[in-house]
């Protein structure tokens, strides 16, 4: 069985068996061991690198990671530095239409912007990874799902920590009725920004 790399695992992964077949990958034994040939690499940019994005693209650095785009550039000056060879941009817009080698995107704006700046990526074809919230409402929502469908790309929004062991198992006592009928939750957060609310059920 032949290697198949990064890359192209995500086209093939997105739909795209001709993508798939079109890439030829020298196995990593072959550039030396242990070390991950740039063939197989994903080339990403970052739209909003300030805050949480900055987390996200810190993690990916095994990546190349090829562009990163913020408008206050004092703020994105840290992981400017952190990652020289990455061409650096204010307008996310702009960075997309001159990078035509980026692969995907790491959106973490501040969450108004989120859906735009999905949206514009996954119009030009690029796999997105988009923090919490990816929209403002439902229709939005669905305008981003329904474009990235049709452009047979992967996406993933920054909600994995709702898949922890402990949420999915609350998850199952709540759904299987051992505990009986749940009339009311009462969630909190330590992040004043998400607000504090209340959900009833009938």
């Known amino acids: 069985m032949k290697p198949i790399a990064r890359r192209a695992f995500l086209k093939h992964a997105a739909g ?4 798939l077949a079109a890439w030829q990958i020298v196995p990593r034994h072959v550039l030396g061991q242990g070390q991950t040939p740039p063939s197989e690499k994903i080339n990403i940019a ?3 690198i300030g805050g949480q994005g900055g987390s996200d693209i810190r993690q990916l650095a095994s990546e190349n990671i090829v562009a990163l785009c913020d408008v206050d550039q004092r703020r994105a000056a840290g992981l400017l530095k952190t990652f020289p060879q990455a061409k650096p941009y204010q307008d996310y817009r702009k ?3 001159e990078m035509k080698e980026i ?3 790491v959106v973490g704006t501040p969450d108004h912007m989120h859906a735009f700046a999905s949206m514009e990526a996954i119009r030009r074809g690029k796999h997105v990874y988009c ?7 439902v229709w939005e929502a669905r305008q981003v799902a329904a474009a990235a469908r049709d452009k047979k790309l992967a996406t993933q929004m920054g909600n994995q920590g709702q898949a922890s062991t402990e949420t999915r198992l609350l998850c199952e006592y709540v759904w299987s009725g051992i505990i009986g009928p749940v009339h009311e ?18």
């Open 95 to 97: 960075m997309l239409d």
């Open 131 to 137: 923090e919490k919230p990816l929209t403002h409402s």
């Open 16 to 19: 795209s068996a001709a993508a």
């Open 103 to 105: 692969d995907a995107v």
């Open 185 to 202: 939750a009462h969630i909190w957060t330590d992040r004043p920004s998400q607000g504090l609310f209340n959900e009833y059920w009938p």
């Open 46 to 48: 970052g739209i909003g």
